[in-house]
């Protein structure tokens, strides 16, 4: 039993030294000591939930850069909360943070995630410096209620893919006083207030299955709203002529309408603003045209572009020994053509070349020997090409002389 004593408090010094990161298998049931292997010289508080998983529970460091590594799984409610001293988030992997994970972080500038995110309740609240949020894959499930509000400072949220689809919970970006930007595809739900005082958001486009939840989405309320929203404070649509007071939050008294709360320091701010006119980009047919309609926002119906037919009747106009001059009949609507060869070392139809014309001739090929093909037509949309399906495969061989 004194055996066991010696050797559990060896082990703890030893982690809390930095100089033992990992508790090896065998000691974990026989010393009875609750220790999850993280070096103590980590500023991140790291644990393993029951399922093996592994989550920031903590913070000690000293501030500015905050790295998460890959395998990190989440983080837990209020594992960041209230601290004045972070200054940027990197997550390594994905990103999903729990209830207030972040909220209150009032030094906070930028957020970058390699991977794919979830924003629980609250999970960046009161982040009056915050700017930007750049996040490389997918929104997964929810920016949930609450999410980005008061984050009077944030101007962009860039969201890579479309991986998974997700909802924008009540509130989730409430008096984001500064936000221009948002991409928001594979959104499928937007609840009351999402949007509500984004004064200088101009533009949002709404995907094709969006639905509405309650009332007010996008709008402004006027006058000072304290933290818990006064339901009772009128909300309208931006005229984009029409000035109002709104009240938000910020780290420093830089106005005489300041006054001390007791929020993580910040101070409150009652400001004259003219709300931007937003104007919703609304597929037809959509209830996100509806809603626009009914709350009488300003909105922009998409064109949707039939997608161009793929070619047909790809044949050999001319070959020889080492070229094969391809032609195809001209798709109605198509500005050029893209021409895929394929590689047998790799399994895959490579591009070849882009041409203007119905026809292209390929070099430098053997003789006598077989290739395949295949074409896709091209449509010229805001200066970018948009490609159609690609066609059947169509093999040819060389001349053998």
């Not at 890579?160 to 991409?183: M, Q």
Request: proline share 2%; aromatic share 12%; with cysteine.
């Amino acid at each position: 039993m004194e055996n066991k004593k010696i050797l559990s408090c060896a082990l703890a010094v030893m982690l809390s030294l930095g100089t033992l990161t990992a508790l090896p298998e065998q000691f974990n049931d026989k010393l009875g000591i609750a220790i999850t292997a993280e070096a103590a010289s980590s500023d991140l508080i790291i644990s393993t939930d029951s399922d093996g998983g592994k989550y920031v529970s903590g913070y000690k460091g000293n501030g500015g850069e905050v790295v998460i590594p890959a395998d990190v799984n989440y983080v837990s409610d209020e594992a960041f909360k209230g601290n004045d001293k972070i200054t940027s988030i990197t997550a390594k992997g994905d990103l999903y943070a729990w209830e207030s994970a972040f909220e209150g972080c009032t030094k906070l500038k930028k957020v970058t995630v390699a991977g794919n995110a979830y924003f629980y309740i609250d999970a960046f609240a009161y982040c009056a410096d915050l700017q930007t949020v750049e996040i490389k894959g997918s929104i997964d499930e929810a920016i949930g209620a609450g999410a980005f509000e008061f984050c009077s400072s944030l101007k962009s949220v860039k969201i890579g893919k479309h991986e998974f689809d997700y909802f924008i919970g009540e509130k989730a970006f409430f008096n984001c006083l500064n936000l221009k930007s948002i991409n928001i595809d594979g959104c499928t739900e937007i609840y009351s207030n999402a949007f509500t005082n984004c004064v200088n958001l101009t533009s949002l486009t709404i995907p094709k299955g969006t639905a509405f939840r309650g009332k007010n989405a996008i709008g402004y309320s006027s006058g000072r709203i304290n933290e818990d929203l006064d339901e009772e404070a009128e909300t309208r649509v931006a005229d984009g002529k029409t000035s109002v007071y709104i009240f938000y939050y910020t780290n420093s008294p830089d106005s005489i309408w300041y006054y001390k709360v007791d929020w993580y320091g910040l101070y409150g701010n009652l400001l004259k603003y003219t709300p931007k006119k937003t104007t919703v980009n609304v597929y037809p047919g959509s209830s996100a045209l509806t809603y626009a309609k009914n709350n009488g926002l300003s909105y922009k119906v998409i064109e949707e572009d039939d997608e161009l037919a793929s070619p047909e009747n790809i044949r050999a106009s001319a070959k020889t020994k080492n070229s094969i001059t391809l032609k195809w009949d001209k798709v109605a609507g198509a500005d050029a053509y893209k021409v895929y060869m394929y590689n047998s070392k790799t399994g895959k139809y490579e591009e070849y070349k882009t041409v203007t014309s119905n026809s292209c001739t390929i070099k430098d090929l053997k003789k006598n020997t077989k290739y395949k093909f295949k074409v896709s037509a091209l449509d010229k949309v805001n200066s970018k090409y948009k490609e159609g399906e690609k066609s059947d495969p169509v093999a040819i061989t060389t001349k053998k002389k």
